[in-house]
Structure formats: C-alpha cells, structure tokens
C-alpha cells in the first residue's frame, strides 16, 4: 500500500456520458478531473476519460503532502496508493471512492491513463485536504463579535462601500479599533442631514460608541451620482477628514437662483464650491480655499466655479485639488466661455496650512498622477503628468522623469516618501530615484503587462508580463506564479487595483482565476474558472517564499463561487483609498467568497474569511487555515469593509444578529477582534418608534428642497411581526418586541 499505510479503497465504478464524436485512435485523454465528498476520512475521485479507440486502463494515485515532498524532485508520487484499475472502451466518467484517509490532512492525486496506442497519460496533479473531526463552530485566534454600530439607527441601515449616491467612505484606523461609515439615514447626534450621513465609531472598556460627523448643510446641496457623499478620505488614524462642501448652487440648478451658503466660521468664499477640512477631535471645520485664493479666478463666476478633489497625503496634512481655474498668482486660466474656464485645461494646487500653491505653474493641463500614491507622506513630493509626460514636484524644483526616456512615460507607484517611483513605457518598467534624477530600466527584455505594486523602500516591485506574475527585488527577477493570468486587470494598476504588496515587500496577495497551486478553482455550476485569492511569501519564522491559495476550498472540491478583496472604492469621483485586506506582516488576509470553504458555512452566500499562515494566531496546518470571519449562517451574507494594519480588529456587515442586544432587520457593522466580546445582559431591548418599522429604501431623489420636486419616499410595507428570543426566565407578553425585516441585501462581489 506504499507509504500511506492500509487506506481503504472502495471499488471503482463507472459512468456512462454522452460520447464525444469520433476521433482519431490515439493515446487515452483525461479531458477533466476532480474530487467529490470530502470528509474527514474519504473522499470521491472523479475523471473523464477518452479512451480515443483503444480499450483503456485508468486508475488515481495519491500521496499524503509530507510524503510527496519528502520524494526527490519531480518524484513526489513515488510510493503513492493506488485505486483499482478501470477498463473503458468509450468515452466515460469514471469515479473511485476511497476511505481511512487522515483527518486534516493534504494529498496530491492524479488519474493515469495507458492503451496500447501510446505511454502513460498522466495529469497534473490536484490537491485535496480532508476536514477535521470537530465540526464546532469556532472564530480563529480567540476573535469575539462586536456590534460596532448602534442598536438605534431610526430605521436605517449601514451601507455598504459604492451604495451611497456613488460614494460613501468606509475606513478603519491603522492602529486604534476605530471605524467609520455611512447610511442613508440620520441618526444620533446629527447637525444635519445630507443624503449620506457620516459615523465614527470608537471602541473602549465600556464598548463601541458612536458620533455623527455629518456637516449642517444646505438641503439640496448635493446631486445624484457621484456627488451624493459629502466625506471623501480620512486620515490613517481618523482623527482628520476631507469632506466636499456640495455643489455651487442648491439642486445644481443653471443660473443659481439659491446659491450654497459657506458653512459659518470656515473661511470659505460665499457662493463658491468648496472643501472642507475636519479636525475629528474638536469638530472644527476649515475652508482649503479663501477669498484671497478665487479673487485670482477673474474670468470665472461663483456659481460655475469647480474644484475637484485629487490626492492627498495620509495624514491629510497636504492636499491636492484639480481646478482649471485660477487660484494662484503663477497659475494660467484657459478661458472655457463666457463665466468658465477650461474644464481639459486643470491646474492642480497643493493645499497645506502654509496656504495653497500652484504645482503645475503657468501652463494649464495637468493631472495627478495617480488618486493614491502620488503624494509623498509629508506632502514635499508630488508626482504629475501634463501632455502625456510624468513630472516631480519636490519642493520648490520640478523635474520630467522620463525626459530621458523621451516622455510618455505612464507612473506606477512611488515610495511613502517618494523617494523612489516606478513607470512604465512600451512594455518597459523604470525605477526612477528622486535624489538622483535618473531612472533605470529594470525590464531590459520588456514584456511588462501591469504593475501590481512596491515595496516602501522601493526594493521590491512586483509585475505581471506574458509568462505570469514578476518579482524584482534589488536587480534580481524572480518568477513568483508561472502562468498567472497577466490579462487580469482588477490586480492593477497599483493606486486602483486589488492587489496588495506588504511594506516590506516579501509578501504579495493577488487575484487569479487561473489555477496555480493545485487546487482546483472550476466552477461546480458553469464548469468556468472562478477567480480565487492567492498569496505569495515566506512562512512565518522564516524560509523560501511560496505561493498558496488562500481561498481555494481546502477540500480541493470545486468551487461553488468566486473571491474576491475590494481594490480601491469608489467614493464620490475619486478612488483614494484601498482596505486592508492583508495584515502588516502578511500573516492574515481578509475576504470575501461565495465558496463554502468550511462546513460551518451552510447559507450559500458570499461571507467574509480569515486566511492564516501557519505559526501565525491559533493555525497549525501547512500552509495556512482558512476561517469564518462572519457566521456563515445569515440569510443574506456579508461583505468585509476594512480592518487593522495587524489584522486584530476586522469590520464587516450583516443583516444578521451576532450578539444578543442586536435586533433582526438591519444591517450593521460588526468587529471580528481578537480578545474581543462583551458580556451581554439578558435584558431584552424592546424597539422604540422608527426602529419597529420595516427598513424603507433610500430616497430616490437625492435633493430635495423647495427648487426641487420628487416622489418622495415608499410607503413603509410590514412584513409580519417575529418574536424576540427569549433570554433568561420566562417574560410576559410585554417583552415580545415586533419587528420587520428590512429588504437590505448585504454581500456579493464587488
């Protein structure tokens, strides 16, 4: 029986499928190969085989992962176990089942096929792990559930990212458990009610409390997509946030007959668009642009005055904003008719509390080069492009940085300093050094596809060309996945895509829905490759870096849906800021699948999970574990929203109740945190008011006011009373809360 001892093996059957039309007598074809029934002890092998004329033997071999690796290279199966062999004459899909297999263990498996029309035919191998034993629900690393929003929300609900009018920023500190996002509803201590209303939520010894941060504004100060979301970025560590002040004029209605007053004590210009700059602390509010700043715009009106948000530093202590208008004494305005400048003629500006200066000078037309990134973490340097050719502000000097490349150069990504920026030109990447002007082909065989991202010394770069995904690390290439798919865009660029590169550079996670680790990734459903999330790096405590697939469904079964992580959201018109999904030291990454890729997983909707290194947290299976970060049971699912630089705290959303003092019918944000959990009063919390009713959709019409008539909202529709559990000894009718259950559904990709 070889090296796996005395597994036992069922006998094997087969089953007859439509045959393929006639081919050419040849060598035996295994068209397709998976694996079915996966416990913890057994599993189902199953194959298509063409036996293409001749009678066929076909039998599996597998091998447990320690004992292939154990094998000289490129002899794994060496020792393997044997299923009984299958003669077939025709097309046919033929199966095996095996038993007394390890509980929780991984095994290589492959058909071999022969006839007497040529050699073996042999299939790559497949990879399967059989599950444990306990079938207990568990989160990992000792994680405890947090409701993080409050229980009174009105009525309303936590939305998720892109919901709000085409905005709606969600954002976790790096360190601190602190949180913020939007709904729909106003709730709290609101100042005012624009269509999208901004929360924070703070987490001490006592729980999660939560503060409204929305802006009193002018109702109708807002448009449809995607001006709908007032709060555009907020700092690392939350305590600042850049909110845009509305449109010029209320309803943007042409001739401005009611224009958008300046929010008082701000500084801002009557009459003018305007930004906002919070401080989180005090609430304090200032104007990023002055009178002084649009005197300069002489040609443009108040009421056709525009000014965009383009990047920012991540402290927020430097910003920069897109205008065609003049709003610097150096600057150009390009005149775009009577009242208005040139909107294909923009300037950009850098806002610091130095005041606001001109980056691009006196000729109009530049751009940022990138909405993350771009902007040095002090602000000191700045990457842009004008007339197709990528420039460096870096203080006061500004240079071309692929002038000697002849311009047309497209930028990448930079350091956190800025010191060192990647570009690309004619399938070619160039790492250019601040401090020395000049920059370096790194590609000199060219091929370059997208660029995935860098690390924060500029060392590492990671890139995708026609032969798969790329490592260059201090002149050296490395192939990190042979055949990833390099025309998946979602990866890339940097600023925007999905991908994540660690700050040291060793660990890249990346999505691919080509197979690459032997885990097969084809749909059970559609019989198409489902995009999976893989991860590339050393294991902890050291070693050769390797690839692994995060979210393949450990069983090897196929899968039942795609994963997916968020790139950078939209909010609003920019897209400047990307979730944490993978920890500071690569360890844990966080993400969303539509698989069941654990047997606690029984709601077939998308849910969010834990991949965790092995060493790293409570995991001590090679070469990581997979696990439920919400429940797997809601009837709607959920959708990660961000987490902590180090993984501890992770945010996401349901409609479903995780915690005893949380009512059904809403959707709320919870924190997975490590050590975390409140001990729960078994007092039940009867809904009040609103919060009885069932959950009405979002307005349709998003400006309301006087200038502006709409439908207004939906009737409320009751969908029958459900009672509370009960908690504790028995309570009378009086503790028998009715609520509706909303229509708000939470998860799929995104």
Known sequence: MGRLGKALLIVCAAILIVPALATAAGPPEVKAFWVTQVTATGAKFEAEVDPNGFKTALYFEYISDAAYKANPPGEGFVGAVRTPVVEVSEPLTIFANVAGLTPATAYHYRPVATNSAGPLAVSPEHVLTTQEISLVFHLPDGRGWELVSPVDKSGGAIAAPETLFGGGDIQAAAIAPIVTYGSSTSFGNAAGAPPASQYTSARSAAGWSTGNVSTPLDSGAYGDQPDGAPYRLFSTDLSRALLFGGLACRGGIEGCPAPNQPLPGTGAPPGYMAYYLRDNSTGALVSLLGPADVAHATGVSPSKFEVAFAAASSDLSHVVLSSCAKLTADATEASGGPERCDPNAPNLYEWSLAGLKSINGGTPGAKIAAPNGAVSSDGSRVYWTQGGNLYLSDGAVTDQVDGAQGGGG?????????????????????????????????????????????????????????????????????????GADATLPSDYPPATGTSRVSSDGTYIAFLSNVELTGYDNTDANTGLPDTELYLYGPPVG?????????????????????????????????????????????????????????????????????????????????????????????????????????????????????????????????????????????????????ACQSLPSPPDDPTPGTLVSGPGNRPVRFLGPKPKKHHGKKRGKAHHAKHAKGKHRVGGGR
Request: charged share 20%; aromatic share 8%; hydrophobic share 35%.
């Open 410 to 482: 497209t930028f990448q990504v930079a350091t956190p300093d800025g010191a060192v920026a990647f570009f690309s030109k004619g399938e070619h990447l160039y790492r250019f050094t601040a401090a020395t002007k000049t920059a370096v082909d790194i590609t000199p065989a060219g091929g370059v596809v997208g660029v995935l991202g860098a690390s924060a010394d500029g060392n590492y770069v990671y890139f995708q060309d026609g032969d798969g995904l790329e490592l260059w690390h201090s002149g050296a290439l490395t192939t990190v996945a042979p």
């Open 542 to 690: 050291g070693g050769a870096a390797a690839l692994s697939c995060a979210s393949c469904n450990p069983t090897g079964e196929r899968a039942a849906g795609p994963s997916s992580i968020p790139g950078a959201p939209a909010n609003g018109t920019t897209r400047a800021y990307k979730p944490r999904v993978l920890s500071a030291d690569g360890s844990r990454l966080f993400f969303d699948s539509a698989d069941k890729l654990v047997v606690q997983d029984t709601n077939s909707h998308p849910d969010v999970y834990e991949w965790e290194m092995q060493g790293a947290g409570d995991c001590r299976r090679s070469p990581g574990c997979v696990s439920l970060i919400s429940s797997g049971r809601g009837t709607e699912g959920a959708s990660f929203l961000d987490a902590t630089a180090d993984g501890s705290d992770v945010f996401f959303i349901t409609s479903e109740s995780l915690v005893g003092v949380d009512p059904r019918g809403s959707v709320d944000a919870y924190d997975a945190r490590v050590g975390g959990g409140f001990s729960e009063s078994d007092v039940v919390i009867d809904c009040l008011g609103d």
